[in-house]
């Protein structure tokens, strides 16, 4: 019985013994299985580091449109716009969609209070003569320049044959209001006195300086809202100095 027991401790000695060297083994195999996973990772933020370096050798535009002005060359070095004026400097492209373009007019003080969005706007060009291109009031500043005293006002225009171009200079038309069945005179007819107005009449044959009251004023009408008779014939000054029940010679205009 004494040989039979010693037998069967040396037997779970031994297990005991296989056991603990098992248990290393596993613990070893959990350290290089810990090891490999460690160096997979590395290796996939290597290769994730590598992709997005990778990716800011393409430049994606967030729209469709040409290309107006390229300042790299080839081999040239880009510095990151981080801060300051490195996002001006780090500039590679000036990219324009032409589809449709913005208008810029700096209203003066007298009209700006009169701007709304949606207004109707209509554009005339030098470089395009007998063309008018209409679109509507976007968007506008709400407040004056203290420089300028105007206020900037933006219209959209379509654009679909890209006959308009960016940095184009054009006359704006902005229809603040409507009026119907006015009285217009040519601007050059006009005389401003401090903030009066007068028309200088032929009236037999003298000029006849009388006093009118002023509406709106394009630049090349102006409105008459009282002061002038239909049939009263007006004297276009312009440049020309007249003065009160001057004598003058009435040709008619056509």
């Not at 000695?13 to 460690?38: L, P, T």
């Not at 700006?112 to 030098?126: C, H, M, S, W, Y």
């Not at 040519?186 to 200088?200: D, G, I, Q, R």
């Amino acid at each position: 019985a004494s040989a039979r027991r010693a037998g069967t401790e040396a037997s779970i000695k031994a297990a005991q013994a296989q056991a603990e060297a098992a248990r290393a083994s596993h613990e070893a195999a959990r350290a290089v299985v810990g090891a490999f996973e460690a160096a997979v990772e590395v290796a996939q933020a290597a290769m994730q580091r590598t992709s997005t370096l990778a990716d800011f050798t393409r430049l994606t535009a967030p729209f469709g449109g040409i290309i107006t002005a390229r300042f790299v060359d080839v081999g040239a070095f880009i510095p990151a716009a981080t801060s300051g004026n490195a996002a001006q400097n780090a500039a590679i492209v000036t990219l324009m969609d032409f589809d449709s373009v913005r208008v810029q007019v700096p209203m003066t003080e007298l009209e700006a209070a009169l701007v709304a969005k949606g207004q109707p706007v209509k554009v005339a060009l030098d470089g395009l003569p007998g063309k008018v291109f209409e679109g509507t009031v976007t968007r506008f500043a709400g407040a004056l320049d203290e420089t300028t005293r105007t206020m900037l006002v933006e219209a959209e225009l379509p654009n679909p044959g890209h006959t308009l171009r960016p940095g184009m200079y054009a006359t704006v038309r902005v229809g603040v209001e409507k009026h119907t069945n006015v009285m217009l005179v040519p601007s050059e007819a006009l005389v401003m006195e401090k903030a009066n107005a007068f028309l200088f009449l032929a009236d037999g044959g003298k000029a006849k300086k009388t006093p009118v009251k002023i509406g709106f004023n394009d630049g090349a009408k102006v409105e008459i809202v009282s002061g002038l008779a239909a049939t009263a014939k007006v004297i276009l000054v312009g440049k020309t100095t007249l003065a009160d029940g001057q004598a003058v010679n009435v040709q008619e205009g056509k």
